[in-house]
């Protein structure tokens, strides 16, 4: 049995706009990404990327892949033996792209590692380097899917959505998601209410989501939601305090005097100050109110993520905001003035999966949630990353199999504090059913072993929806399954859309040369040949 935590790093970067001058920008953001790896020295590393080969995507494919080998024969990157990246690359499926992209990357030194396999029910053995691009809507080691149109009315096509993968690393077991939402199309609508109507679509998105997770047949199971939420701060409130004691100017579009097209803000000397656009947001000191102090004043117009408090969790934030920086790599520091500054960019988790994190500050093993990059261009968006240590053994989940339906309220759970040996009787004879136990290492422990593991109890309409559940287990027999993997483009004939705008720590092993070779021979990535595809992308992507 594992007796060490596992440090962990969990990083998510919206990479759009580096495929605009891919061949400055992927050796700057790669090089950055992977200083970052050797300084922190995590030994799992998940990497969530969002739009994926930018804009131009058709145009971009080739240059996706060098960003893959940027980061796959890293010397970095040299002693993780176990790998599996997921690249959602078929623009020709509408109705399923979403151009995300999760890399993960397992350390040599952890060897008990398993990934779950959505097909199957179960955990197979993590072995080799496997990359799955193009279509891979048959991957059965990811569970992925875009969110309904209708939560983006604005915008005739959308790419937002999730992937999810679930892992066991040293017997405990979470989920990590890929998200990505919506962003505000326009200055002016946001600020027409607070929270603007961006703001309560994204949060339609995500609650859907929570409770898709909370009421589809797996486990409920602890786990770490990072992407790009596109959160932003109140912009009606941000407005109202950049121009407090100024004169608003609307300029209107020509021949019609409803349609405003800007509004500049003057001092009592005709000076402006702050000026805003649909796509513009521009104050005369920009650089500082913003940069300065890491826009701390600005925090308290952040507010979408209090609407999601009773369900997820996120550390504290010290860093400035991650959108919308300068895409030059000369502005490395500064905000474009395009948008408000925001905290777009996340790394959130269930307060189930807040318990499988060690207590750094009794342990002395430093957590990290920070921007990276901050003097380097990596984009419009810096990645945020989290480096953690993962307790092992920790993850366990317990659940009712089969809540009867007449149950109108659920009983207390099992794995948190209201819970308990109590509660369990009081499910299992309520049910009338037994319970199912999903656990890890094959051993089935009582309840009052959940200390590191309390789960939140679910809500009243995820109970109600529940079906049944598969087990989690992790047991020999699946240690000696052989992995899988399919990965192939789609040959859909769907025209293309038009976008509108609106855990073992251990030391680091010093080979010598005659041994170096076995790690220099390490599987090497499994990659289907691309289908070529003529047709030309219409399309524009925000």
């Known amino acids: 049995m594992a007796t060490n935590s596992t440090p962990v790093m969990l990083v998510t970067a919206n990479v759009g706009s580096i495929f605009e001058d891919p061949e400055v920008m992927l050796k700057i953001w790669t090089a950055e990404f992977l200083s970052q790896i050797a300084r922190l020295e995590p030994k799992f590393i998940a990497l969530h990327c969002q739009e994926v080969g930018g804009k131009n995507y058709e145009q971009s494919m080739k240059h996706v892949d060098h960003f893959v080998d940027l980061l796959m024969t890293s010397e970095q990157l040299r002693l993780f033996d176990k790998v599996r990246v997921y690249l959602d690359e078929d623009y020709s499926s509408a ?112 609650r859907h989501l ?45 021949n019609n005097e409803e349609e405003c097209t800007k509004v500049i803000y003057e001092d009592e000397d005709s000076q402006v100050v702050l000026s805003l656009g649909k796509k513009e947001f521009c104050h005369v000191d920009h650089q500082k109110i913003f940069v300065d102090k890491n826009g701390e004043w600005l925090r308290q117009y952040d507010k979408e993520m209090e609407a999601f408090s009773s369900d997820l969790f996120e550390f504290d934030i010290a860093f400035p905001p991650s959108y919308p920086f300068e895409e030059d790599e000369r502005g490395a520091k500064c905000y474009m003035q395009t948008r408000c500054p925001a905290w777009c960019d996340r790394v959130l988790m269930s307060h189930s999966a807040r318990q499988l994190i060690q207590d750094h500050s009794e342990s002395g093993k430093k957590l990290e949630y920070f921007l990276m990059g901050q003097n380097t261009c990596m984009g419009d968006h810096k990645p945020v990353y989290l480096k953690m240590w993962v307790l092992p053994e920790a993850g366990e989940v317990l659940c009712v199999r089969h809540p009867p339906s007449s149950m109108s309220s659920p009983p207390p759970c099992t794995g948190c ?123 524009t992507l925000l």
């Open 210 to 254: 929570l409770e898709r997770f909370h009421s589809d047949e797996l486990d409920c199971t602890p786990f770490f939601l990072f992407g790009d939420f596109n959160f932003r701060t109140e912009t009606q409130e941000v407005v109202k305090k950049l121009s407090e004691g100024l004169i608003a100017v609307p300029t209107f579009k020509y």
């Open 95 to 206: 109705e399923k792209f979403t151009a995300l992209g999760s890399f993960y990357f397992v350390h040599n030194s952890l060897t008990d590692v398993l990934i779950w396999d959505f097909k199957e029910s179960d955990f197979v053995p993590l072995n080799g380097v496997e990359i799955h691009s193009g279509s891979i809507e048959d991957v059965a080691t990811k569970e992925k899917s875009k969110f309904p149109q209708d939560f983006f009315p604005e915008c005739k096509w959308s790419r937002k959505g999730f992937l999810r993968t679930r892992w066991s690393i040293n017997g405990t077991i979470f989920d990590l998601i890929n998200i990505h939402l919506f962003h505000d199309a326009s200055n002016f609508v946001a600020m027409e209410s607070a929270p603007s109507v961006y703001s309560k679509n994204r949060r339609r998105a995500l």
């Open 417 to 539: 504090a209201e819970g308990g040996q109590g509660a369990l009787a009081a499910a299992a004879s309520a049910a009338d059913r037994p319970l199912v136990r999903a656990h890890s290492g094959g051993v089935e422990r009582p309840p009052h072993a959940l200390a590191n593991s309390k789960c939140r109890c679910l809500s009243e309409p995820a109970w109600q929806s529940s079906p049944s559940r598969h087990r989690l287990i992790s047991s020999d027999a699946a240690r000696r399954q052989l992995s899988r993997f399919s990965s192939h483009h789609s040959s859909s004939d769907e025209d293309w859309f038009e976008l509108v705008d609106p855990a073992v720590e251990a030391e680091e092993v010093f080979l010598p040369a005659a041994d170096q070779k076995a790690v220099d021979a390490r599987p090497q990535p499994q990659r289907l040949p691309k289908i070529p595809d003529e047709r030309k992308c219409c399309c």
